[in-house]
């Protein structure tokens, strides 16, 4: 059982800044990918950030430039820092993990999601 824990959201204004964490914890033999997912009613989720193992990262075009994520491994966290934030970022943030268990089959882990509100 693998457990995956975000915190951080809330409500800002535009302009503002915010950090979210993801906890994974549980069964997890290795840890590959993680990252950031955002999703608003009627539509698709879709990626914010993801980071490697070795910290490699990737980005939506919409966040570029000011959305940073960022990893421990050792404490098998995943962070993502927001800054400049805008009305259009309002959604549910959602933090996914990909590891490995100790059969070394892939596994893939969903947090319940954060609310990040950015008022005009």
């Known amino acids: 059982q693998v457990q995956v824990v975000e915190s951080g959201g809330g409500l800002v204004q535009a302009g503002g800044s915010l950090r979210l964490s993801c906890a994974a914890s549980g069964s997890i033999f290795w840890l590959n990918d993680m990252g950031w997912y955002r999703q608003v009613p009627g539509k698709q989720r879709e990626l914010v950030a993801g980071?490697?193992?070795?910290?490699?990262?990737n980005y939506g075009d919409s966040v570029k430039g000011r959305f940073t994520v960022s990893r421990d491994n050792a404490q098998k966290t995943v962070y993502l820092q927001m800054n400049s934030l805008k009305p259009e970022d309002t959604a549910v943030y959602y933090c996914n993990v990909k590891y490995r268990g100790s059969n070394w089959s892939e596994y893939d882990a969903w947090g319940q999601g954060t609310q990040v509100t950015v008022s005009s």
């Open positions: 980071i490697s193992r070795g910290g490699s990262t």
